[in-house]
């Protein structure tokens, strides 16, 4: 089955730890997407890659880094300069959203606390 | 001013009535707008898209766009309980997609 998997479903870090949270697709997308979900909030746009190698931040990228080594993975790591990190994250997909009426694909989030 | 706008809610309306969901957006050259239903700790589903001006209907869900007014907006005919979500509203901007706040809705039975 096509779709996009995020893991894991729960994740606790510590105090000064990093950690990454995965996200792979098997939609032959050329774009992912990383976004953060506060309680009785939208979402909030981290990064964004449209295609391998590059990426582009959103409108709150400190604290997480991300990579997009290959199409189908799109791994984004909360570091410990994130001080506030307790959330839900969105994975997302789609094929190029430039001027078109393509929509987004969501994994199952991943609910970060810490301890 | 936000990209995405939407009514700061919450909504609340009696089962069998009509839900009227509203959001504004900055950016008049957008061109494609979603509405997405969030069940708590769930991720979004997509219910509608339009990038025309006028209505569009699926079933329940109507959706209406002002291009001119910057306006978009979802109503939900003969609400359901199964309804009682958070409705977010989506935008593309350039070359990501960016959401409102969210109105969360409540159907009464």
């Known amino acids: 089955d096509g779709g996009i998997t995020q893991s894991p479903k729960y994740l606790f870090r510590k105090e000064g730890q990093n950690v990454t949270l995965s996200c792979e697709q098997n939609?032959?997308?050329?774009?992912m997407y990383w976004y953060r979900q506060d309680p009785g909030q939208g979402l909030r746009l981290i990064y964004y890659s449209q295609i391998v190698n590059d990426f582009q931040k959103g409108d709150i990228a400190e604290g997480y880094s991300v990579s997009r080594e290959k199409k189908e993975s799109f791994p984004l790591t909360v570091t410990s300069a994130q001080k506030n990190p307790t959330a839900f994250y969105l994975c997302?997909?789609?094929?190029?959203?430039?001027?078109?009426?393509?929509?987004?694909?969501f994994g199952s989030g991943t609910q970060l606390s810490v301890l | 001013q936000k990209e995405v706008e939407q009514n700061s809610g919450p909504l609340s309306v009696p089962e069998g009535a009509i839900a009227s969901l509203n959001c504004t957006y900055s950016d008049r050259g957008s061109q494609s707008f979603f509405w997405y239903r969030q069940y708590s700790g769930k991720s979004p589903e997509l219910i509608m898209f339009?990038?025309?001006?006028g209505d569009k209907e699926d079933g329940r869900f109507t959706a209406q766009l002002n291009k001119a007014s910057q306006y978009v907006s979802l109503l939900i005919r003969d609400s359901q309980p199964s309804d009682s979500a958070t409705y977010l509203c989506a935008v593309i901007l350039a070359n990501d997609m960016r959401f409102g706040a969210g109105t969360r809705l409540t159907v009464k039975p």
């Open positions: 939609l032959n997308h050329d774009a």
């Open positions: 997302a997909s789609s094929r190029n959203l430039q001027g078109t009426a393509e929509k987004l694909f």
């Open positions: 339009i990038y025309s001006n």
